[in-house]
């Protein structure tokens, strides 16, 4: 362990003295100059807008969906395994040449309703077409995620319980089995996360400017802004992360 941080910590902490030395000494200009340039808290608005929005599409259709193979059918477990791990042998370049192509085909739809669909997922202030590419991406991880709580749970002797306790299914799935797999979904929101706010190519290729575009567009201009520039990216994520473990936490001591 020792050397694995070693081996994470030394570059970091290199990068972060490069950032800020100078030949008179400490200077953080590189970090002031990167937190008053111009795009800075939109394009990190727009990351965190597309993060939390994955987060919230894929758990709503991952976990009915997992839940009610393991109930109603778990013949169908390793069917739907082998879908939610499609996206692994895919290629990132080659799923956004897909969704490009797509996009390509409005100016043939405009007398149609899809043109306008079409022209709507494109926006610019919020582009649904990055939750649609994320999505998919982050299926694998956040299916093993939620795989791993849902095989630590009996998850039908607590809907059986619930059920006879007068409860219906949804308030069986969400009052009993949803709180069981509070720690499998925080993780799979923070794997979601992690991703959306690291991804680069469908943001670049398809032409949108979220935090790491901006980032590589914006930390170009010296040396030392361009390190500062990736600095303060890992710091955002982490804070995210602990922040996020640190509600789950919290959740999981008042229950």
């Known amino acids: 362990m020792l050397i694995g941080g070693l081996y994470f910590l030394v570059p970091l ?16 200009h590189a970090y002031t100059q990167l937190l008053q340039a111009p795009g800075f808290l939109p394009a990190l608005q727009l990351s965190l ?12 259709l991952l976990v ?11 013949k169908l477990q390793p069917v739907m395994e082998f879908m939610c791990s499609l996206p692994l042998v895919v290629p990132v370049v080659a799923l956004t040449t897909g969704i490009s192509n797509v996009l ?5 739809l405009r007398a149609t309703p899809f043109y306008q669909t079409l022209m709507a997922i494109q926006d610019q202030n919020f582009p649904i077409v990055l939750v649609l590419a994320y999505v998919p ?12 709580g849902l095989r630590s749970v ?15 299914w949804p308030r069986a799935v969400v009052s009993v089995v949803l709180p069981n797999l509070r720690s499998s979904l925080l993780n799979a929101s923070v794997i979601t996360v992690a991703m959306v706010l690291g991804e680069f190519t469908t943001a670049a290729i398809l032409g949108f ?27 955002i994520v982490w804070i995210l992360l602990l922040l996020m473990n640190a509600v789950g936490r919290q959740r999981r001591a008042r229950s």
């Open 64 to 74: 009915p969906a997992m839940i009610a193979v393991r109930l109603g059918a778990p």
């Open 154 to 168: 009996d998850v039908r002797t607590l809907v059986e319980a619930a059920r006879s306790c007068g409860a219906g």
């Open 104 to 108: 390509g085909w409005a100016p043939k």
């Open 209 to 235: 400017a979220p935090f790491s575009v901006w980032i590589s567009s914006n930390g170009k201009s010296d040396g030392q802004m361009s390190v500062a520039v990736s600095i303060l990216s890992l710091l």
């Open 13 to 28: 902490a290199a990068s972060a003295y490069f950032s800020v030395d100078s030949r008179k000494g400490i200077d953080f």
């Open 137 to 148: 991406m982050a299926l694998p991880f956040a299916y093993r995620a939620i795989d791993g």
């Open 49 to 60: 807008e597309l993060a939390v929005t994955s987060v919230v599409v894929l758990l709503l």
